[in-house]
T-cell receptor, first 115, second 116 residues
Framework: DQQVKQNSPSLSVQEGRISILNCDYT??????FLWYKKYPAEGPTFLIS?????DKNEDGRFTVFLNKSAKHLSLHIVPSQPGDSAVYFC??????????????FGKGTKLSVIP | EPEVTQTPSHQVTQMGQEVILRCVPI?????FYWYRQILGQKVEFLVS????????KSEIFDDQFSVERPDGSNFTLKIRSTKLEDSAMYFC??????????????FGDGTRLSIL
């Protein structure tokens, strides 16, 4: 049951360039989407989120884009820095109905930013 | 910055034994959660808790699991009779509000549970 899919297990990017991480979802009830970053031996750290009433949300170097018709979201990191090297998780949530308390996670994409 | 804290960081337990994992959520948060991540798999929701009762639970959260908020600061997950397949990283999370649905859940660093 893969309601949230991150099809790229890994991504390598040069320092200073743009990192684009992708996520697809299948559940039409999802209307709130989050990106988390995770370093080894630490818990997921909240990065940025977007609700379905928007198609873009920006916070510093991080921008999340949502394409509801394609059930696709992406996280852009510009410029990428070596400290951004981590596993990035996409997560989704419904705001009402069954399952509205829980986050559903993708498998994660390991980003490596090369100096 | 306020954070969710979890203890212990690593727990080793014999199969069949009871284990209690502890969490201190962020102080002004009202909603509390447990998730787990088996090695190599996704982070999976276990249970959410609000106002001293379970608000939602997954199929994983069977009768062997229970949660409690024994005082004003701690939130615990108990596994009564551990099985080998309970070996995983267990994450506690909290959020400020549910009614304001665009509130993120903030996670602790996890407890690695190893069942022997």
């Amino acid at each position: 049951d893969q309601q949230v899919k991150q099809n790229s297990p890994s991504l390598s990017v040069q320092e200073g360039r743009i990192s684009i991480l992708n996520c697809d979802y299948t559940n039409s009830m999802f209307d709130y989407f989050l990106w988390y970053k995770k370093y080894p031996a630490e818990g997921p750290t909240f990065l940025i989120s977007i609700s379905s009433i928007k198609d873009k949300n920006e916070d510093g170097r991080f921008t999340v884009f949502l394409n509801k018709s394609a059930k696709h979201l992406s996280l852009h990191i510009v410029p990428s820095q070596p400290g951004d090297s981590a596993v990035y998780f996409c997560a989704a949530k419904a705001s009402s109905g069954a399952g509205s308390y829980q986050l559903t996670f993708g498998k994660g994409t390991k980003l490596s930013v090369i100096p | 910055e306020p954070e969710v804290t979890q203890t212990p960081s690593h727990q080793v337990t014999q199969m069949g034994q009871e284990v209690i994992l502890r969490c201190v959520p962020i102080s002004n948060h009202l909603y509390f959660y447990w998730y787990r991540q088996i090695l190599g798999q996704k982070v999976e929701f276990l249970v959410s808790f609000y106002n001293n009762e379970i608000s939602e639970k997954s199929e994983i959260f069977d009768d062997q699991f229970s949660v409690e908020r024994p005082d004003g600061s701690n939130f615990t997950l108990k596994i009564r009779s551990t099985k080998l397949e309970d070996s995983a990283m267990y994450f506690c999370a909290s959020s400020e509000s549910f009614s304001l649905w665009n509130q993120p859940q903030h996670f602790g660093d996890g407890t690695r549970l190893s069942i022997l």
